[in-house]
């Protein structure tokens, strides 16, 4: 096993202050797009959305797909940066704030004065489904041009967000081609099943050319291959990519890695809370795990037990408790 300060990761991607509220099925209903999904919003529609709440009780916190993977990455040990687009706001300082409290590294972050942070608000359903609306505000105007191989340089891997290609897809082939001219490392988490039907033609391509390590949910896999069986869809994604995990909730994964396929069951969750960043904090544990040296089972088992410590909890943030559990899996 490696030491965890020589695990250097950057992660590249939209940060966002998450708005976290429970809801009834009749609002998700009430409101555009599929539940499930996350759709982007303009800001006026998103002060509409929170207007309709009313006096629903709403928790911010740091978030962001890639975000939360780094963020948890850094809390078990290792050396992380993120790349993202923020304004120099309260809520931009938040964000910085609580990044640097974990040892991150903030001197990548670029800014803008023109809009505010960008804001998602997460329904959370009493089926404990998360649907995402969200304004990218500040994390919009991220340019390609901004990105360059030196934001990379001095880490070992990348880690970036599907949802970045809904930004610009220059901007994500950028990112993809910086951090691999840097000599990293690449991994994807897809994120949802409208990036996958945006990229269409282009995913393959893209995880071809550029991606170590791909995470994709059933839908996302489904919407990849076009076909509802998960072990189809594993063996598709391992014709482009050496690396993927697609993630089948309380059914556990299913890992290919080099040619060698393995399942790894989900840790049993009495008390399912909030699924927000369930998928974000599994890739944390996979790829820490890989990245100290782990068997393709224990990384699987890793980011399992993250998905399950996060679930329990309203949005991506875990207490010291479940940390604590965490900590003891990783201990020699």
Same mark, same amino acid.
């Given at each position: 096993? =490696?030491?965890?300060?020589?695990?250097?990761?950057?992660?590249?991607?939209?940060?966002?202050?998450?708005?976290?509220?429970?809801? *009834?099925?009749? $609002?998700?209903?009430?409101?555009?797009?599929?539940?499930?999904?996350? =759709?982007?919003?303009?800001?006026?529609?998103? +002060?509409?959305?929170?207007? /309709?709440?009313?006096?629903?009780?709403? +928790? /911010?916190?740091?978030?962001?797909?890639? !975000?939360?993977?780094?963020?948890?990455?850094?809390?078990?040990?290792?050396?992380?940066?993120?790349?993202?687009?923020?304004?120099?706001?309260?809520?931009?300082?938040?964000?910085?704030?609580?990044?640097?409290?974990?040892?991150?590294?903030?001197?990548?972050? /670029? #800014?803008?004065?023109?809009? &505010?942070?960008?804001?998602?608000?997460?329904?959370?359903?009493?089926?404990?489904?998360?649907?995402?609306?969200?304004?990218?505000?500040? !994390?919009?105007?991220?340019?390609?041009?901004?990105?360059?191989? %030196? @934001? #990379?340089?001095?880490?070992?891997?990348?880690?970036?967000?599907?949802?970045?290609?809904?930004?610009?897809?220059?901007? $994500? +082939?950028?990112?993809?081609?910086?951090?691999?001219? !840097?000599?990293?490392? =690449?991994?994807?988490?897809?994120?949802?099943?409208?990036?996958?039907?945006?990229?269409? %033609? @282009?995913?393959?391509?893209?995880?071809?050319?550029?991606?170590?390590?791909?995470?994709?949910?059933?839908?996302?896999?489904?919407?990849?291959?076009?076909?509802?069986?998960? %072990?189809?869809?594993?063996?598709? $994604?391992?014709?482009?990519? @050496?690396?993927?995990?697609?993630?089948?909730?309380?059914?556990?994964?299913?890992?290919?890695?080099?040619?060698?396929?393995?399942?790894?069951?989900? %840790?049993?969750?009495?008390?399912?809370?909030?699924?927000?960043?369930?998928?974000?904090?599994? !890739?944390?544990?996979?790829?820490?795990?890989?990245?100290?040296?782990?068997?393709?089972?224990?990384?699987?088992?890793?980011?399992?037990?993250?998905?399950?410590?996060?679930?329990?909890?309203?949005?991506?943030?875990?207490? &010291? *408790?479940?940390?604590?559990?965490?900590?003891?899996?990783?201990? &020699?």
């Amino acid at each position: 096993m =490696v030491n965890s300060k020589s695990i250097r990761v950057i992660g590249v991607g939209n940060p966002i202050v998450d708005l976290l509220a429970r809801v *009834d099925e009749s $609002f998700v209903e009430s409101i555009p797009g599929e539940k499930g999904g996350m =759709v982007l919003v303009s800001p006026h529609e998103m +002060e509409g959305l929170l207007g /309709k709440l009313g006096s629903a009780e709403i +928790e /911010k916190v740091p978030g962001g797909s890639a !975000a939360n993977t780094v963020f948890a990455m850094a809390r078990l040990g290792a050396e992380a940066a993120m790349i993202g687009k923020i304004r120099r706001d309260e809520a931009g300082e938040f964000y910085q704030q609580t990044f640097r409290e974990l040892g991150g590294d903030t001197s990548r972050f /670029k #800014f803008t004065d023109e809009t &505010p942070t960008a804001r998602c608000l997460s329904l959370v359903t009493p089926d404990s489904q998360r649907t995402m609306r969200t304004d990218l505000g500040a !994390a919009a105007l991220l340019e390609p041009g901004e990105i360059e191989k %030196q @934001d #990379f340089e001095s880490y070992q891997h990348a880690h970036l967000e599907g949802y970045l290609f809904f930004n610009s897809p220059e901007l $994500f +082939e950028k990112a993809l081609h910086c951090a691999r001219s !840097a000599g990293c490392t =690449v991994s994807v988490d897809l994120g949802s099943f409208e990036v996958v039907k945006a990229m269409g %033609q @282009d995913a393959t391509r893209l995880l071809r050319d550029y991606v170590d390590f791909v995470f994709a949910n059933e839908e996302e896999a489904e919407q990849f291959c076009g076909d509802g069986d998960p %072990q189809n869809a594993l063996r598709r $994604f391992a014709e482009v990519c @050496d690396n993927v995990a697609v993630k089948l909730g309380a059914e556990g994964s299913l890992l290919s890695c080099g040619g060698r396929q393995c399942r790894v069951d989900a %840790q049993t969750v009495d008390n399912v809370l909030d699924t927000t960043g369930a998928g974000d904090l599994w !890739a944390a544990g996979f790829l820490y795990g890989y990245l100290r040296g782990s068997s393709l089972e224990e990384c699987g088992h890793l980011g399992a037990a993250l998905g399950a410590e996060v679930v329990q909890c309203i949005g991506p943030k875990l207490p &010291p *408790d479940s940390w604590d559990k965490i900590g003891n899996m990783l201990s &020699p």
